[in-house]
């Protein structure tokens, strides 16, 4: 049980005409289930018949997989069947609160971290694509992850995840139109395919790959109108190179496989932070920042961290005015 399980079965136990958490005004109650994961603020809810109502008040929703009772115990092992569980439950309560909000309460921040699979992508989807289209909206992510770790996936299952992910924007285009944010794991693609979920995802403020790539020493080029951060984790991009993104202000990379120039600047004009992580395979080849800032009109932070990785630093007072972290 949660903190606020706990702190309504007590107060019940105290005050025999109910629990004294339930009593509090609706605003300060629902300003307290925000600030917890979803599923949890509903099983808090389930103790108080007062307090059955608010689920379809609440103005921000963060809905995870990961919501399994003691999840937050570092040395317990969760095995797949429970995170698979867990999964259905997110998505029936996404599509069971969405169903039923009032259309005239804003949802100010919808967030939604779930498993790629069929069904229960379909479902979320679905629902958030109705949403969208019905009710007020502000910020909508989606966190998405595979049911196989990526210790353990070989090629084929990238691949298979890749071309599921695909058909899921495929069948709820509305749903990816309307997101700001979107992580993703464990995908392999098609040369084409992040261009095009891209242009789908035409709102898309904030994108994260991990484990994400269009191949081995394949090209990745972005460009989109809307996207100020970017960050990659780990592909298998020859490079990455951004062609045309005017209100790019944020990118990280960490550990690109590639022996040359991991990135290449088109049009960022805004781009004021960029990190830079490279702790595996040492390469033969000098980074030089000069030449790959060459682009880049002004940087206020640029953060390094290389311990595998041969860097050149120099003529860099016209990028670089503000700070440099090493």
């Not at 069971?96 to 909000?101: C, G, H, P, Q, V």
């Not at 910020?139 to 990526?150: L, M, P, S």
Request: glycine share 4%; charged share 25%.
């Amino acid at each position: 049980l949660n903190a606020i399980q706990k702190a309504t079965i007590e107060d019940a136990a105290d005050d025999g005409d109910g629990d004294r958490l339930s009593k509090l005004p609706n605003d300060l109650l629902l300003n307290i289930l925000e600030r917890v994961d979803t599923l949890d603020a509903l099983r808090a809810c389930f103790l108080s018949k007062q307090m059955l109502k608010l689920p379809t008040l609440l103005s921000q929703l963060f809905l995870s997989a990961g919501s399994i009772p003691g999840h937050h115990d570092s040395a317990r092992v969760f095995r797949p069947s429970e995170v698979l569980r867990t999964n259905r439950a997110v998505a029936h309560v996404t599509d069971n609160i969405l169903s039923t909000r009032s259309p005239e309460i804003t949802i100010s921040k919808l967030k939604i971290k779930f498993v790629l699979t069929q069904h229960e992508s379909l479902t979320i989807g679905k629902s958030v694509a109705r949403a969208i289209a019905t009710q007020k909206f502000g910020a909508a992510e989606f966190e998405v992850t595979t049911d196989k770790a990526y210790k353990i996936c070989s090629p084929a299952d990238f691949l298979h995840f890749g071309k599921q992910f695909n058909d899921f924007v495929g069948a709820c285009p509305d749903a990816f139109a309307g997101l700001t944010r979107l992580w993703l794991r464990n995908m392999r693609f098609g040369e084409f395919d992040i261009p095009n979920i891209l242009s789908t995802c035409k709102l898309l403020e904030s994108l994260r790959l991990s484990h994400c790539d269009s191949g081995i020493h394949s090209v990745l080029q972005v460009e989109h109108a809307q996207l100020a951060e970017l960050e990659i984790d780990q592909g298998k991009f020859e490079r990455v190179e951004l062609i045309c993104l005017p209100k790019l202000q944020r990118v990280r990379y960490n550990n690109w496989c590639s022996y040359e120039d991991p990135l290449y600047f088109g049009f960022a004009p805004q781009l004021s932070k960029l990190i830079l992580t490279k702790t595996a395979v040492r390469s033969q080849k000098t980074l030089e920042l000069s030449q790959l800032l060459a682009n880049v009109s002004s940087i206020s932070d640029l953060h390094l961290d290389f311990r595998s990785e041969k860097v050149l630093i120099s003529h860099l007072n016209h990028i670089c005015p503000f700070s440099l972290y090493i």
